[in-house]
């Protein structure tokens, strides 16, 4: 079974810390990227930051851009979100998916997704 687990999110207040963990099984992970999304209600999904497991290459929004930062450990199959200077404004459902590209949203499998919420 195919199965991407999104977890640590939670509640901070501006300015902290988070990290994410995204871990994969069920496919050969090697073979895809994971990227994060992100949702807030009322506004559409969107692109966070990805990461080629064949080359390490990442990709970050520019609104995240120096604040977080993506990494994967191979051999746990685990992707992670490191989240830092969090502002209210990324409050949001994260979700992690696996595709063959870092390039457009279309993706093969999608987890269920963590909550951050980020006070003021």
């Known amino acids: 079974e195919v199965q991407l687990q999104a977890s640590g999110g939670g509640l901070v207040q501006a300015g902290g810390s988070l990290r994410l963990s995204c871990a994969a099984s069920g496919f050969t992970f090697d073979d895809y990227a994971i990227g994060w999304f992100r949702q807030a209600p009322g506004k559409e999904r969107e692109g966070v930051s990805c990461?080629?497991?064949?080359?390490?290459?990442?990709y970050y929004a520019d609104s995240v851009k120096g604040r977080f930062t993506i990494s994967s450990d191979n051999a746990k199959n685990t992707v992670y979100l490191q989240m830092n200077s969090l502002k209210p404004e990324d409050t949001a459902v994260y979700y992690c998916?696996?595709?063959?590209?870092?390039?457009?949203?279309?993706?093969?499998?999608w987890g269920q997704g963590t909550l951050v919420t980020v006070s003021s």
């Open positions: 998916a696996a595709g063959f590209s870092c390039a457009g949203d279309y993706r093969n499998f």
């Open positions: 990461i080629s497991s064949s080359d390490g290459s990442t």
